[in-house]
Nanobody
């Protein structure tokens, strides 16, 4: 059974930082692209960042500018999202998702091509 488990969400003041982690099990990690999506209340889900299992292909949405960094640890089967300089508009439920590795799943990550999803972790940024 494939499982993706997110952790690291929480409440932080504007300008602060959080580090989200996605732990994957039940799949061959090297064969998958991993993406972070987020969904704010009343808004559509947005692909925030994605990474190839090899780590050599990375995508960031324009909305996050240069504030977030995605990284993968293939030995631990984890993908982290370091979020700095957080803004209230970053408030959302953040999900990680996995899909078979292809360049099309990286630039940008199409939601409907990711087969496995985590349960989500809430990130709230206060003013």
């Amino acid at each position: 059974e494939v499982q993706l488990v997110e952790s690291g969400g929480g409440l932080v003041q504007a300008g602060g930082s959080l580090r989200l982690s996605c732990a994957a099990s039940g799949l061959v990690f090297d064969d998958y692209a991993i993406a972070w999506f987020r969904q704010a209340p009343g808004k559509e889900r947005e692909g925030v960042s994605s990474i190839a299992s090899s780590g050599d292909l990375i995508y960031y949405a324009n909305s996050i500018e240069d504030r977030f960094t995605i990284s993968s640890d293939n030995a631990k089967n984890t993908v982290d999202l370091q979020m700095n300089s957080l803004k209230p508009e970053d408030t959302a439920v953040y999900y990680c998702a996995a899909g078979p590795m292809s360049r099309q799943r990286i630039y940008p990550p199409p939601e409907d091509q990711f087969d496995y999803w985590g349960q989500g972790t809430q990130v709230t940024v206060s003013t």
